[in-house]
Each structure stands twice: as C-alpha cells, then as structure tokens.
C-alpha cells in the first residue's frame, strides 16, 4: 500500500510563476524525506533531503527551495519558475520498520511543465 | 564521490525468456547497498530488489535475481521468465551504509521492453 503522497500530479505553469508541490507521508514517524527529479530520458537527481522538521540540505543549486513545516510534510517551492524547471519531481522517503530502514520508497511523481 | 554506470540504454527480451541487465559503480566504501527500482510507465518507482555488501549470497525475489561481485563493483539484475509487465525503466542505486541521510545515488536507466 502507499505511504508516500505528493500532489498535484500534473501541473503545467507558466514562466515566472510560483510553484509548491506538497509531500506527505503516512505510517511512519522522523522520517528522512528527499526530492528528486528526473529529466526527460535522465536519471534521478536529488534535490533535497531533510532529516527533520525544519532541516534541509540542498544538493545542488537551483531555482527551488524546500521546506520540511511538519514531520510528515516536505513541500518543494519556487518564487519564479524556469523553463529549465520543467521535469518529473519525485518525493520519496524511508519507513520506519527496522528490516526496511535502509530502503527508500518513492511517491508517485508529479510532471511539470514551464510553459 | 560515488558513481552508478548502466551501459545498457536499452534491451529487449521475449517473453518467457530470460534477460540481465548490467550495473556498475564506484566507490571507496567497504559497506553499502544496492539496489533496483522499477519504473513503469505510471512512473511510479518501485523496489525490485536489494543487497547489502557484507552479504556475499546473491539477494532474489522471485523471478528477479542478482549477481553481484563486489571486486569487481558490479550488479546486475536477472529477470527470469520475462512477463509483459516487466517492461518498464531499470534504475540500479547505490546507498553507503550508515549516517543519518539514506541518500540513494542512480544509474541513467535502462529501458526494458519485452516482445510477446
């Protein structure tokens, strides 16, 4: 069953918008939460990570910020969107059972179109 | 820093049939884990399979098997009796063991189809 939500699931902007896209997990406490993205006919690249409430790490520079409000709340943002922003943006975290604490398990994305 | 390569872009199988799909990484760690996720067309990522290094015996789930050799930093999937719902992107992913951020590192993909 899934644990990890995000949404909006499709969301199409135009240049300079403002963008939020919400993460929430369930079934689980402190957990560790990240946000990827993958390109067309890339990889996974990550964004950010956040290892509790109001601490996040930035992998790479970028137009995007995120915010980690709540426990189980990982919101990624932008002030102004870049054509460049466009992809697939992945939400993914790990549970909380010991057997499977090494295992990160992904949400079910959310395109982006910068229009 | 550490490194997945998949030098397969793309393959093909029949159904039925078997096929292996190739990994390689590079890192100074001693312990970690490995792993594969699936991506089907939803784009959903699943967990197909993993491994931890310390643990010599080939990890298997089903029709989904490894080989993996650590001197030589490789790790490939074996699917067994490939079905039409195989098909999809395969991302092989390292992790080191220990430390607090579970940071996965991925390969580029490879795309699976499989023919009836």
């Known amino acids: 069953s899934q644990t990890i939500h995000q949404w909006p699931a499709t969301l199409v902007q135009p240049v300079g918008s403002p963008l939020s896209l919400e993460c929430t997990v369930e079934?689980?406490?402190?957990?560790?939460l990240y946000w990827y993205r993958q390109a067309a006919g890339r990889g996974l690249q990550l964004l950010f990570y956040s290892v509790g409430i109001g601490q996040i790490s930035s992998e790479v520079p970028q137009n995007l910020s995120a915010s980690r409000p709540q426990d189980r709340q990982f919101i990624l943002s932008s002030k102004k969107l870049l054509l460049s922003d466009s992809g697939f943006y992945l939400c993914a975290g790990h549970r909380g059972s010991r057997s499977l604490r090494n295992t990160i398990y992904f949400g079910e994305g959310s395109w982006l179109t910068v229009v | 820093a550490q490194t997945v390569t998949q030098s397969q872009p793309e393959m093909s199988v029949q159904e039925a049939e078997t096929v292996t799909l190739s990994c390689t990484y590079d890192t100074s760690e001693s312990d970690y884990y490995l792993f594969w996720y699936k991506q089907p067309p939803s784009r959903q990522m699943i967990l197909v399979i993993r491994q931890e290094a310390y643990k010599q015996q080939n990890a298997t789930e089903n029709r989904f098997s490894v080989n993996f050799q650590k001197a030589a930093k490789s790790f490939s999937l074996k699917i067994s009796d490939s079905q039409l719902g195989d098909a999809a992107m395969y991302f092989c992913a390292y992790r080191k063991l220990g430390g607090s951020n579970y940071k996965l590192t991925f390969g580029k993909g490879t795309l699976l189809t499989v023919n009836p």
């Open positions: 079934g689980t406490s402190n957990p560790n």
